[in-house]
């Protein structure tokens, strides 16, 4: 069912448009920290006291004066520079949604303009923003560099459960089937949760620089059950350092968080697996499609998280890991969402 209203409907339209504009700044995130480009700009939020970046000889030479420590390198000035464009771009986006939701729900009290969604994603954002900073100045800091990567996820999410909200898309089904939606809604969160803290892994392996720590499957080192140091491996209270540019882990703990990711994909997969076949023994045509979109996803994520350890971590498969994972939890956030608002007919 979908609102034939005209401010439900734009704001649709600009819940989709701030979507892919935040895919787009999530798969720039990943690109610039899988170049190793996150310091590619010593300063924030210019890049060596420029407005985009130094190109020409002159320019290079007083940046290169003003940071003696940060030689000027081209190929990551660029990726760290569009980066940002993006997601000022997007935070400005954000920033006119949240305020024409409070507008539209305002001249029209009877409808349901999510107006505390749209402000908790605007508060995320300037949060975000602050961590992309943070990012710079504490020169990628693991804990600072995860939680920038779960707050691009978390915008992500958030932005498209709203534009799901104002759709007003719902599954219509018997009541026989209604009430059946226990089972089907517990599983659903418990999947989702999974997927939640499996991105987390994911980011803590990347900031870690522990993708590579194991180059073989599905053994790691020729081993079932390599040597691992998980106690240095999760400290998150380790100190701040004076540059995490390719990490400070000793290898048994970045092949602790690699093995840790690699368990976590396991219980992801089955977790997924069973949810998708409880989607499709659940006896409506209504749940088949996302049912078969679930298992492609999930098996074009298996098949690039084993393409990245097989060919020693290929930029563009890194990324599309990376983006791939975040269609894996959109399709999670529209798969719940459906659950909990479908309607008895």
């Known amino acids: 069912m979908w609102h034939n209203n005209n401010n439900l409907s734009l704001a649709y339209r600009w819940g989709l448009i701030a979507t892919a504009i935040t895919c787009v700044v999530v798969v720039l995130g990943a ?51 569009v980066h940002r464009y993006f997601a000022g771009t997007l935070g400005l986006i954000i920033l006119g949604l949240a305020l024409a939701t409070w507008h539209w729900a305002a001249k029209a009290p009877h409808q349901s303009f999510p107006r505390f969604h749209s402000l908790g994603i605007l508060l995320l954002v300037i949060v975000q923003a602050a961590f992309g900073m943070w990012t710079v ?97 999760f400290n998150f209270a380790q100190d701040i350092g004076p540059n995490y540019l390719g990490g400070l882990l000793e290898n048994e703990a970045r092949t602790a968080i690699h093995m840790t990711h690699r368990m976590g994909a396991i219980l992801v997969s089955l977790l997924v697996l069973i949810l998708w076949w409880r989607l499709l023994a659940f006896g409506s045509v209504v749940t088949r499609p996302i049912a078969w979109l679930l298992l492609l996803v999930l098996l074009v994520q298996i098949a690039l998280g084993v393409s990245n350890v097989l060919g020693s971590l290929p930029l563009v498969v890194a990324v599309a890991h990376n983006g791939v994972g975040a269609l894996l939890l959109l399709v999670m956030i529209t798969l719940n969402h459906r659950v909990f608002t479908a309607k008895s007919c």
């Open 31 to 81: 690109f610039t920290r899988l170049a190793d480009a996150g310091l590619g700009c010593p300063d924030w939020p210019g890049c060596y006291g420029h407005l985009t970046w130094p190109t020409d000889a002159a320019s290079v030479a007083v940046a290169e004066a003003r940071f003696p420590e940060s030689p000027v390198e081209h190929d990551k000035t660029w990726p760290e520079m």
């Open 137 to 233: 100045t504490l020169k990628l800091w693991p804990q600072v560099v995860t939680a920038h990567l779960l707050g691009g996820f978390a915008t992500l999410s958030l932005l498209w459960l709203y534009t799901q909200r104002v759709s007003g898309a719902q599954w219509q089904l018997p009541h026989y089937l209604h009430q059946k939606l226990f089972g089907l809604k517990f599983l659903s969160v418990l999947a989702l949760i999974a997927v939640i803290i499996q991105i987390a892994l994911g980011g803590w392996t990347s900031s870690n620089y522990a993708a590579l720590a194991c180059t073989d499957l599905p053994t790691c080192h020729g081993e079932w059950w390599p040597a691992m140091d998980f106690v240095h491996a």
